[in-house]
């Protein structure tokens, strides 16, 4: 059982459309971690949120923590093809990561 | 620089021959952990580590072995691979605390033929 559902599993969409990918689960977690994978490379760390309501923005990106803490979103406005990549969320069960299967996106000129 | 560094970055072997991927972190960080990485399945922890001589299972730990015998290495040891273990191996660092917050190696890409 995914612990983590991403949706959606595939995006592509031209550059300056607005977008939202969406990590949901049934288990409240203290915390939610959001990261961005390029093509062979590690994933990299966007951002945690922690609180339930919260919302962070990381330049065009926006991220928010569902009221209960279940589930979160990730928002980009006016997309670039920069932002070509595997979006992952995770949330730690004890000393354990786990991760959902990720949205892939790409942006096309 | 703070990074995670990994070695090999690519490795192809054959079934039961016994190897070890490298990993290394110089931030000081008390966690560490291994990953692996399919299509369809996204990515999996195999083991982690909460400091030096504490490992513990993750979800996918049937095949391999980890040692921490020192804080900054973290190494990953397939005895006997097989080519169900063809996979983007990564390993991460983290401090201990609430969030876990992973640092990311560059990958190893391994195949078992």
């Known amino acids: 059982t995914q612990l983590l559902e991403q949706s959606p599993q595939f995006l592509s969409i031209q550059e300056g459309e607005n977008l939202t990918v969406y990590c949901n689960s049934s288990s409240v977690f203290s915390s939610l971690q959001w990261y961005r994978q390029e093509p062979g490379e590690g994933p990299v760390l966007l951002v945690t949120?922690?609180?339930?309501?919260e919302v962070k923005k990381l330049k065009r990106l926006t991220f928010q923590f569902g009221d209960a803490r279940k589930d979160s979103s990730l928002h980009i406005t006016a997309a670039q093809p920069g932002d070509t990549g595997l979006y992952l969320c995770?949330?730690?069960?004890?000393?354990?990561?786990?991760f959902g299967k990720g949205t892939s996106l790409l942006v096309t000129p | 620089e703070a990074q995670v560094t990994q070695n090999p970055r690519y490795l192809i072997t054959v079934t039961g021959k016994k190897l070890t991927v490298t990993c290394s972190q110089n931030m000081n960080h008390e966690y560490m952990s291994w990953y692996r990485q399919d299509p369809g399945l996204g990515l999996r922890q195999i083991y982690y580590s909460m400091n030096v001589e504490v490992t513990d299972k993750g979800d996918v730990p049937e095949g391999y072995k980890v040692s921490r015998k020192e804080k900054r290495n973290f190494p990953l040891i397939l005895e006997s691979p097989s080519p169900n273990q063809t996979s983007l191996y990564f390993c991460?660092?983290?401090?201990?605390?609430?969030?876990?917050?992973?640092?990311f190696g560059p990958g190893t890409r391994l195949t078992v033929t």
């Open positions: 995770a949330v730690n069960s004890g000393y354990a990561l786990n």
């Open positions: 949120v922690v609180t339930g309501g």
């Open positions: 991460a660092s983290s401090w201990a605390g609430d969030s876990y917050e992973q640092y």
